[in-house]
């Protein structure tokens, strides 16, 4: 298996999880935070919906500087925009990476802050680095969600709230 369709594949699994996950968000709960430094649960699930378009930026660009971006995430209302939002990031996503090759993988990729240089890497580490951000925040989403006892979906086994499961 190529590095591309370990990609692909890994894209896949992964988005499966992340859309069940996405699913349990209640309508009511989208300015629910669990605590004052912790970000509200809008603006976790749109970052969770919107990091498949990370894997066309890093394809497309050299880097990132948050210091000169101008980012505005796109306002939901409820479960049914932010699954909206991921289903089109993530045929973003898809398509980036079919349209690519593997030595599209191998230039580097700098992400910074002004003049302060947080990584460089090759775009194929800085896209893994994505699908690594997915996993943490769907993680944080968990939490956020166990909180307000909604049943957890399993990520990569049964969960305790599946019936039948421990």
């Known amino acids: 298996m190529s590095i591309i369709e370990m990609l692909q594949k ?16 209640p309508d009511d709960k989208y300015d629910w935070r669990p605590h004052p430094k912790s970000m509200p649960m809008r603006n976790l699930a749109i970052h969770i919906a919107e990091l498949p378009t990370w894997v066309p930026m890093t394809l497309q660009t050299d880097g990132i ?21 991921f289903e089109k990031s993530l045929a973003e996503g898809k398509a980036a990476l079919s349209n690519t090759t593997e030595a599209d993988l191998e230039p580097i990729w700098t992400m910074r802050n002004g003049d302060k240089i947080i990584s460089t890497d090759t775009k194929g580490e800085v896209i893994r680095m994505a699908y690594s951000q997915t996993v943490h925040h769907r993680a944080q989403l968990g939490v956020y969600l166990r909180l307000l006892n909604v049943p957890i979906p399993g990520s990569y086994g049964p969960s305790a709230d599946e019936p039948g499961n421990f």
């Not at 992340?18 to 699913?23: A, D, I, N």
């Not at 505005?72 to 209302?77: A, C, G």
């Open 10 to 25: 890994e894209m896949e699994m992964e988005a499966n999880t992340t859309r069940e996950m996405l699913s349990r968000i």
């Open 65 to 85: 500087d948050f210091a000169a971006m101008d980012f505005t995430p796109t306002h939901v209302e409820n479960t049914a925009d932010v699954l909206n939002i």
